[in-house]
């Protein structure tokens, strides 16, 4: 199976390039985006329009109501089912979540969760918790903000449920393997970033979202959006425009401004990882492919 990768931060225009090298391919689409696996979320999470449906398979997109959680932990499940499936077939994976991206191609493992532990673990307070904590793993200070109460709580969640303390887990085969970056899943990974152009790619293509209206499907959803979609950068901005505790003009600048700070965040994530094959930016989009084809061919991923 040649697996090619798409990266890099939200409005680089990785779509468009994951659509043409699929095109050129023969390949079928698997998204990495955390919220595309929403239905009805189309405008605001920039899925793949009805055409481009019809001429390549997509996959990992629209899987969940709204309403519905949906973990990391879940999607890679289903992303490596999909997987499994197209072996033998080329695959762009395409998309701008960091952690999916790696959850489909590397050994993350997502320990359970237990609601009634947590609620016992909450109980104790933070200070109580930390000494648990320290009591059970001496060294946890290590690997585990102890200031944080929430990752507090989390990490004894997961020791009572494994048996598991941070420092073993850190130092497990497959924990070693992420910090390394080792592909569990061999990919040829290349990475699109518009640079100092990425402001005005934000604010172009949020006013587009705005104007295939992105506020009208925001008001259609809100008594559905449950706590994980309505955390959804642009979604969560623009409900308060919906309830009417902002105006638009606000909600426009703050959904702006989270857009802006989430592709920083994307981009310093994938800055990180030695596999990105970075190309160099090009305003014109057929100067651009031809610089991600040229990646690939230099990564023997692509043969003219």
């Known amino acids: 199976m040649t697996v090619v990768a798409v990266v890099g931060p939200t409005a680089s225009g990785k779509s468009d390039i994951a659509m043409r090298i699929a095109t050129e391919l023969g390949a079928a689409i698997v998204s990495v985006d955390s919220m595309q696996v929403y239905r009805d979320m189309n405008i605001g999470t920039a899925k793949p329009t009805p055409a481009d449906l019809e001429a390549v398979p997509h996959h990992l997109i629209d899987m969940v109501d709204p309403e519905e959680p949906f973990t990391v932990g879940e999607f890679q499940r289903e992303g490596r089912r999909v997987l499994e499936a197209l072996a033998g077939s080329p695959v762009v994976i395409a998309g701008g979540s960091g952690l999916h991206f790696r959850s489909l191609v590397d050994p993350l493992e997502f320990?359970?969760?237990?609601?009634?532990?947590?609620?016992?673990?909450?109980?104790?307070?933070?200070?109580?918790?930390?000494?648990?904590?320290?009591?059970?793993?001496?060294?946890?200070?290590?690997?585990?903000?102890?200031?944080?109460?929430?990752?507090?709580?989390?990490?004894?969640?997961?020791?009572?449920?494994?048996?598991e303390t941070p420092t073993r887990r850190q130092a497990s085969p497959a924990s070693v393997a992420v910090r390394e970056y080792t592909s569990e899943i061999a990919h040829v990974t290349v990475g699109v970033d518009p640079g100092d152009e990425l402001e005005d790619r934000v604010v172009g293509r949020f006013d587009a979202m705005l104007d295939a209206g992105l506020l009208a499907e925001v008001t259609k959803l809100a008594p559905r959006l449950g706590e994980t979609a309505r955390a959804a950068v642009g979604y969560k901005q623009l409900l308060g425009v919906v309830d009417g505790s902002m105006e638009l003009a606000a909600g426009r600048a703050e959904a702006i401004a989270a857009t802006l700070g989430l592709a920083k965040r994307q981009r310093t994530f994938f800055r990180r990882d030695p596999r990105v094959h970075w190309v160099s930016w090009e305003n014109d989009p057929d100067a651009r492919f031809r610089r991600v084809v040229a990646a690939l061919e230099e990564a023997g991923a692509w043969t003219s």
């Open 111 to 163: 320990p359970p969760h237990d609601r009634s532990v947590r609620h016992d673990i909450e109980n104790l307070g933070h200070e109580a918790a930390v000494t648990r904590l320290v009591d059970v793993d001496p060294e946890a200070g290590t690997h585990v903000d102890l200031a944080n109460p929430r990752r507090v709580v989390r990490a004894l969640e997961v020791y009572e449920l494994t048996g």
